[in-house]
């Protein structure tokens, strides 16, 4: 029987990404698509998978044999603070709905995507595989870290009781084009890509959140979609891959900054808001897994410099501005909910 890919969030910052590499790496090498595969990326308006008959019907219409499950809830550490109640129960939902309906319809494998943000707050670096479940997560984003961490439990419940082959995928901070540029409520490197540009634009000083001293491991989400189809067809154990550069590649929000201005073009005032929160610190995540296996089975992994993901990621921003996502959706749908 021919594959059947379904990508759950299939057109968000990581779902864009696979299907770019999908369609651009060579027809049956390691990254491309293989003859007969049929790779399906769904939205949320096909069907919201917080609810179980919408869930049960999407996998009726496509019948998938493989999972890549994306879909989330996801923010950056301003909306995590704010919405924390949210993002326990719509992940929750999501979660237990697509793991259910995959194992109830027999899908051969399932990948879900963690975060690093479930790893415990007060663990000794860095961060390993094991040690998930060590320790509570960090304040400034337990629910979305506790219905994370779930889906671990999950895969191992799913194996132990039914056999199922469902694993997870546990990446560091992404960022590329097609991301999430919300002002208040993206990660630190859309916000900021976002927030340069209006400062330039408008002459006005580009301000950062927080100290800028706080250390983070970005991956590009061109690399990470690799690493989610190399998962797929060469990986098939229940614990989780942690998909990261090294441990020791992380860097501060002002370097972030930096490199962003320098990206832009800008040559204003650059300021650091200090009434802002800095979140965890640091959460140096150890990549050493993912690299051994990669390598086991073929090529090493080759990771694009940051500096050039960085600078795609801008120009697509600027070419993209009015197609991109920029919190411009919200305004609109607040201004039809006035209507
Ligand atoms: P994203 O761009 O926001 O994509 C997430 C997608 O999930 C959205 O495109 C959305 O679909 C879909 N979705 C949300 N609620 C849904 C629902 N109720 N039903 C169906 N689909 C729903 O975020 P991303 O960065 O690609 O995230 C992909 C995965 O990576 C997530 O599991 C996230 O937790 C994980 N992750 C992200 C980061 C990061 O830095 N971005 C870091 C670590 C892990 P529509 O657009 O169609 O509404
Ligand atoms: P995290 O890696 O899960 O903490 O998530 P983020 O991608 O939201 O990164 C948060 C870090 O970036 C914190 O230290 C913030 O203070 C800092 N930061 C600076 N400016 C911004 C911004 O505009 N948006 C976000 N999300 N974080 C910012």
Known sequence: MPNVILVTGGHGLVGKAIKHVIDTEPVGSRYGRKEGETWVFATSKEADLRDEAQTKALFEKYKPTHVIHLAALVGGLFMNMKYKLSFLRDNILINSNVLHTSYETHVDKVISCLSTCVFPANIDPPL????????????????????????????????????????????????????????????????????????????????????????????????????????????DDVEPIIFSVGENEDISIRSVAEAIVKAIGFEGEVKFDTTKADGQYRKPASNEKLLSLIKAGGDPFVFTPFDSALNDTVKWFVENYDNARTGKEKLAAAGAARA
Request: glycine share 8%; aromatic share 14%.
């Open 128 to 235: 390993v595989e094991s040690k998930i479940h060590l320790g509570p997560p960090h304040e400034s984003n337990f629910g979305y870290a506790h219905a994370k961490r779930l889906v671990d439990i999950a895969n191992h419940a799913y194996k132990e009781e039914h056999g199922c082959n469902f694993t997870a995928a546990i990446p560091t901070n992404i960022f590329g084009p097609y991301d999430n540029f919300d002002l208040d409520d993206s990660h630190v490197i859309p916000g900021l890509i976002h927030k340069c540009y209006l400062a330039k634009k408008n002459g006005t000083p580009f301000t950062v959140a927080g100290t800028g001293n706080p250390l983070r491991q970005f991956v590009y989400s061109y690399d990470l979609a690799k690493m989610f189809i190399w998962q797929l067809r060469e990986y």
